[in-house]
């Protein structure tokens, strides 16, 4: 029997075809554990504790009827093998900067961040109140995932570095760690990028191996202790304005799940991400103020510097153009952040820079 025929038996065949048509869908019974694995090393400060909060607000939600069972980086699978893992179904559930998958599709760079692109405030206001979270379950629906934001971490430094950054120039050749669409961003101008695992940064940066890294921000860049290598620290920089983390679920996974244990997992992702960004906030300048007493020279680029980063980054997204998943999620993203930052400069932003005049 074809499908038709089937809806037109079913619209006539009495209470036995409706009740079945209607009965409510099959859900996993029982108390069940899912595996969590992250990108990141066990205790990486923030980032690591963003996958912990989530998995622990979700068990204490559901009462243990859900208990996460977070695995780190290496411990399952490696930081990079995490999405394979959980679309495979080898694990149920991963948890990392979506930027790491661009060689997946590059939209997912969207959900982590992209050179010169939102803001923290900015990326929820997208996510949350425009078309963020739709395009984001838009990719899922392509890799077997279903996906929210479960962390930031703000603003993120320009990074560590072995010497100076006068010019330009002294990209070229420089070996220097960064992930993204910010480190394709970053080869334009001549650098030779590495893309490493965070629990791999310190030593590669202690051997030579790479000249210079960015990582997050002052307390996770000290908790990660590269001010015993380097003094060259830039504060600001191009390639994370304010870094999302997803929590993502294996799309089999996820649907076998009641309503209940799906809102629980929404509500514990979007808890992660607001307590993290405060985490990393509420630490930053304390630790900031310890590295400049250490001896760290705090340093910004300089406007060529920007300008030449601006133009790669241009070329950069430019690059993935023509991709018609990718060129709807860019469009609406530019055009959030035209709507969303135009406010916040013209209030919060005025109201911070008179603040800081009149109460100093």
Known sequence: MDRR?????????????AATALAAPAYAQGNRTL??????????????????RAADTITAMTDGALTIDLKAAGELVGAFEVFDAVTSGQADMYHGPDYYFVGQHPGFAFFTSVPF???????NNWY????????????G?????KSFLAGNTGAQSGGWFSKEINGPEDFQGLKFRMPGLGGEALGKMGASVQNLPGAEVYQALASGAIDGTEWIGPWADEKAGFQEITKFYYTAGMHEPGAG??????????ESLSPTHQKIIEIAAGEASQWNLAQFMNNNAAALQRLQAGGVKVLEFNDAVWDAMGAAAKATLDQYAGDELY???????????????GWIQLSEGVYRTQRDRVMS
């Open 5 to 17: 025929s089937f809806i037109k038996k079913s619209a006539l065949g009495g209470s036995m075809a």
């Open 35 to 52: 595996t969590l694995v992250t990108t990141w090393g066990r205790g990486l400060a923030g980032v690591h504790d963003a996958a912990q």
């Open 117 to 123: 692109g939102m803001t923290a405030q900015e990326l």
């Open 128 to 139: 949350y109140h425009g078309e963020g979270q739709a395009f984001h379950d838009e990719l």
């Open 141 to 145: 629906q392509i890799f077997g995932l």
């Open 245 to 254: 983390l997803s929590l993502a679920t294996n799309l089999d996974v996820w």
């Open 327 to 341: 060129d709807r999620i860019r469009a609406s993203h530019d055009a959030s952040i035209r709507s969303s930052s």
